[in-house]
């Protein structure tokens, strides 16, 4: 029995330095692609994108196997999108990082991956049903809920720009519901309101308005509902409560100027002027995918 024992005991020495020497050798092996990873950095901070994207390409076609692959391809439609003005091969770097990942569809970098590609599609080639699909399949398979109250966000803006109302309607009040609480729940509220101000559907708008007033007052989003508020009240003659909700921003609203003109026309008694409206902002949360080099 003991020559078993002592065998075994052998048997395990001999393993364990097989699997030393595997580790070294795809170690060493994964040193160079590194190695052009830092080095692709390096001139993205120096302003050399094409320079970067060729250190990302190295990778692929001198260590085909590397654990870096997915990561280097991502990076290298990031500049093609943000830096060298060249959608299409965004795209096909974005679409690769997503086929490289697709044993692990939650990875990091394929999930930024599907996000620039909803923004390239949208903004680039005006392909809102394709940028929908790609914000549908971060919702569903995130496990960020910031991320996933983003996409659904966009896809509400994406349905409204297709003309489809209710329907963007319908993915922010879902959002709302989902998470009341969450930095974009003011921001839909905000665009529910907004479209049907602009259907000049006053009484449906203020609604939300009020509500958003009064549910995210510390919202960034809260003056504008107040602002747009006023302007229903204008519209219904209702002009002292329209100019009392426009005194109440002043010190709090962005365009001073056109407050002050708003202020200045109804203490005077003026007729209402259409033209005064405010520029409608569309999100009130920064968009993730517009940094230069976003965390995956």
């Known amino acids: 029995m003991r020559w078993k024992a002592k065998a075994l005991s052998w048997g395990g020495v001999v393993l364990a330095a097989l699997i030393l020497t595997v580790w070294s050798v795809w170690s060493s092996a994964e040193r160079v692609p590194k190695r052009y990873l830092e080095s692709a950095e390096q001139k993205w901070r ?3 994108y094409l320079g970067a994207v060729r250190e990302y390409e190295k990778i692929s076609e001198e260590y085909p196997r590397s654990k870096f692959i997915p990561e280097a391809v991502f990076w290298s439609g990031v500049l093609y999108h943000l830096y060298l003005n060249d959608p299409q091969k965004a795209v096909d770097a974005f679409q690769k990082t997503v086929r490289l990942t697709a044993a692990t569809p939650k990875n990091a970098h394929a999930l930024s991956a599907r996000r620039y ?4 599609y949208e903004k680039k080639y005006g392909k809102l ?3 929908i699909s790609e914000h549908e399949k971060v919702m569903e398979l995130s496990d960020d809920s910031d991320q996933i109250l983003e996409s659904q966000f966009k896809i509400g803006e994406l349905y409204f720009a297709q003309g489809n109302v209710e329907q963007a309607r319908t993915e922010w009040d879902l959002l709302i519901k989902r998470d009341p609480k969450s930095r974009w729940a003011p921001a839909a509220l905000y665009r529910q309101g907004s479209s049907y ?5 006053c009484k449906e708008a203020v609604g939300f308005y009020r509500r958003l007033i009064a549910d995210y007052s510390d919202s960034e989003m809260s003056p504008f509902a107040q602002f747009r508020t006023a302007n229903c009240l204008e519209e219904g003659n209702r002009a002292e409560e329209a100019l009392q909700l426009y005194r109440q921003l002043e010190g709090r609203y962005p365009n001073k100027e056109l407050l002050e003109a708003k202020i200045r026309r109804l203490e005077k008694g003026l ?3 259409a033209g005064t409206a405010a520029a409608e902002p ?6 993730p995918a517009s940094s230069p ?3 995956p």
């Not at 101000?197 to 559907?201: T, V």
């Not at 569309?282 to 968009?287: F, I, L």
């Open 197 to 201: 101000f602009i259907e000049g559907r």
């Open 117 to 120: 590609l909803a923004e390239v």
């Open 129 to 131: 049903r394709e940028a």
């Open 46 to 48: 120096a302003d050399d």
């Open 293 to 295: 080099a976003p965390t």
């Open 271 to 273: 007729p209402k002027n």
């Open 282 to 287: 569309v999100s009130a949360a920064p968009d």
